[in-house]
């Protein structure tokens, strides 16, 4: 069975910084990609940031990129999303996701998800 579990969340004044970890476990050979997902009460589901597992290959959604940063340590089977200057904005449910999606952004292409963790900025 596969789990991706988020930590890392919290509350955070405008312009601060938090980093959040999702470790997977389980049969992940069949993913190559892990992202990042966000949802705000009331929105749709969208996408924040991809890594290629293996080559490192990375991309972001317009409103965090230069912001945030999503890295991974293979050993651990993590993935990290460094976010900086965080904005009232960023406030949602952050969502780990693995798959090997034709869409790298859409989060019906993504097969396996973590339960979020919440990341809130106060302004």
């Known amino acids: 069975q596969v789990q991706l579990v988020e930590s890392g969340g919290g509350l955070v004044q405008a312009g601060g910084s938090l980093r959040l970890s999702c470790a997977a476990s389980?049969?992940?050979?069949?993913?190559?990609?892990m992202g990042w997902f966000r949802q705000a009460p009331g929105k749709e589901r969208e996408f924040v940031a991809t890594?290629?597992?293996?080559?490192?290959?990375?991309a972001y959604a317009d409103s965090v990129k230069g912001r945030f940063t999503i890295s991974r340590d293979n050993a651990k089977n993590t993935v990290y999303l460094q976010m900086n200057s965080l904005k009232p904005e960023d406030t949602a449910v952050y969502y780990c996701?693995?798959?090997?999606?034709?869409?790298?952004?859409?989060?019906?292409?993504?097969?396996?998800w973590g339960q979020g963790t919440q990341v809130t900025v106060s302004s």
């Open positions: 996701a693995a798959g090997s999606p034709r869409n790298y952004d859409s989060n019906l292409d993504y097969d396996y």
């Open positions: 890594i290629n597992w293996y080559s490192g290959n990375t």
């Open positions: 389980g049969r992940t050979f069949s993913a190559y990609r």
